[in-house]
């Protein structure tokens, strides 16, 4: 399958998945593992709790997170190999660092609360049952964020594909 094609599912999917579900950790997660798979349930649900900025805090971007726990799901080092004598882990390093890059260069922060001042004016307090409220209704899980997870989602994806993590495509 061409490139573009692939790169414009995953990031479909991720903006699906956020305004569907929402969980942006899990959602890029989610559309990388319909799309190339390799990722295991317990690597998705290991994700769960770190939406919305680790734990619903404004923290690092889920988005961001989960796209590094997809890279050491593709290239991480293996629990029998901790040793990582290969230094495999210097490998994935350097992707996530690339994923940082991209987050830095187009929200100038990986910082989900500052990501939200950016596209939404403002940072909400997520863990807060009015200011969540206040979040859905400016846009939250309709165009705004949908669009965060969207991007990894593809950055990611593009990632995996120059660096030949994915079988098959």
Avoid: N
């Amino acid at each position: 399958m061409e490139r573009e094609p692939i790169l414009d599912r995953v990031e479909s999917l991720g903006i699906e998945y956020e305004r569907k579900y929402g969980g942006c950790s899990q959602c890029v997660i989610g559309a990388i593992r319909d799309t190339f798979g390799g990722i295991d349930d317990s690597v998705f649900k290991a994700a769960t709790g770190l939406a919305g900025g680790v734990g619903l805090t404004g923290a690092t971007c889920g988005a961001l997170t989960g796209a590094a726990m997809a890279i050491g799901a593709f290239l991480g080092r293996e629990y029998d190999q901790f040793a990582d004598p290969e230094r495999i882990r210097f490998t994935t390093f350097e992707l996530v660092r690339r994923m940082v890059a991209r987050f830095e260069e187009e929200y100038g922060s990986t910082l989900c609360r500052h990501i939200q001042e950016k596209i939404m004016g403002r940072s909400y307090r997520l863990y807060d049952e009015g200011e969540h409220k206040d979040f859905i209704e400016a846009g939250g899980h309709d165009d705004k964020c949908p669009v965060v997870v969207g991007k990894a989602a593809r950055w990611l994806a593009e990632i995996l594909l120059e660096e030949d993590l994915v079988q098959g495509h």
